[in-house]
């Protein structure tokens, strides 16, 4: 059985990170999935869905207030449910990134319905804000930390709660062999990741020679080993 309590804590906190604080880069999937998969016992699964969950994250540009996924906790989502499962699951990786995007979008608009919470109480302390007074500026700065601690955690056990016991449900009648399930989910990956890379460097000079001598050299180095 899933802990969910220390689970929904790392999601709480690795939530906090993406935007209040500290922006310290934890709430990349590659780090929240290995925590929540330390957590689960399988710190190497959790590893291995980090790294497929980080390209597809590899797309999203948080720059102000654009509108993203939260990948904090979904991150923690997808490698706990991955590392449930024991080696030679077949699917066990294609319905953990699944469940970890879903979540990602999710939380998402949570981060959006928090901006708008945090609007309405400025708002509402404007003249103490507009005259500098440093305990509403605490307050706004202490309540909004907070409610984005409580989202991160909600979202978190709403998404365990719901993904794991579906989870076993969604592999018990797995049919797809191993291979073309991971082929499927990396493939997928890949090309969000090339897109992301592609949407920033198409505008330099030989951009996509460059990014066709990387193909290759992986392919190579993959033939290697």
Request: glycine share 12%.
């Amino acid at each position: 059985m899933i802990e969910l309590f220390p689970l929904t804590m790392l999601g709480a906190l690795l939530g906090l990170d993406v935007v209040s604080f500290p922006q310290a880069m934890i709430s990349r999937p590659i780090v929240s999935a290995t925590l929540a998969g330390a957590l689960a016992g399988a710190p190497g699964r959790g590893v291995i869905a980090g790294a497929v969950l980080e390209l597809f994250a590899l797309e999203t540009l948080p720059f102000g207030a654009s509108r993203y996924p939260e990948w904090g906790s979904a991150g923690v989502v997808g490698g706990a449910i991955f590392a449930l499962h024991p080696d030679g699951t077949t699917g066990a990786l294609a319905v953990a990134v699944l469940a970890s995007l879903l979540t990602a979008v999710v939380s998402g608009w949570s981060m959006i319905q928090h901006r708008r919470a945090i609007g309405r109480w400025a708002a509402g302390m404007r003249d103490a804000l507009a005259s500098g007074e440093q305990g509403a500026v605490a307050t706004l700065q202490l309540r909004g930390m907070t409610m984005d601690l409580l989202r991160g955690g909600l979202v978190t056990f709403a998404a365990l709660a719901l993904f794991v016991p579906l989870s076993r449900v969604v592999l018990s009648v797995w049919s797809l062999a191993p291979a073309p399930s991971r082929a499927v989910v990396v493939a997928l990956a890949g090309a969000a990741a090339l897109g992301a890379v592609w949407k920033i460097v198409h505008a330099t000079a030989g951009a996509r020679w460059y990014l066709l001598g990387g193909f290759l050299l992986g392919l190579s180095l993959l033939g290697i080993t």
